[in-house]
């Protein structure tokens, strides 16, 4: 099991997704899914699933290339 990053540890394992972000960050971070439970898709667009990152607050919404952590 790797290691939870301290900005990621108050966010329940269930919700915690690693997700390349595009904001502030630019490299592969840790970020909390809207809604629980998901699934990836690569056409369908759910508005209401995103996953936020915890370290700058940018909102992914293409899930085909998130991973559990």
């Known amino acids: 099991m790797a290691s939870i990053p301290r900005y ?3 966010v329940p394992r ?7 972000c595009r904001g502030d960050c ?3 971070r840790f ?3 809207s809604k629980t439970p998901w699934e990836k898709s ?3 667009v ?3 699933l995103f996953a936020t990152c915890l370290r700058c ?3 992914a919404r293409d ?6 952590a």
């Not at 269930?14 to 390349?20: A, E, F, G, I, S």
């Not at 899930?63 to 559990?68: A, F, I, M, S």
């Open 46 to 48: 759910d508005p209401e």
């Open 57 to 59: 607050g940018y909102k």
């Open 8 to 10: 990621a540890q108050d």
């Open 14 to 20: 269930h919700k915690l997704v690693k997700v390349l």
């Open 31 to 33: 970020a909390e899914v």
């Open 26 to 28: 630019g490299s592969t």
């Open 42 to 44: 690569g056409t369908s």
């Open 63 to 68: 899930n085909y290339n998130w991973t559990r």
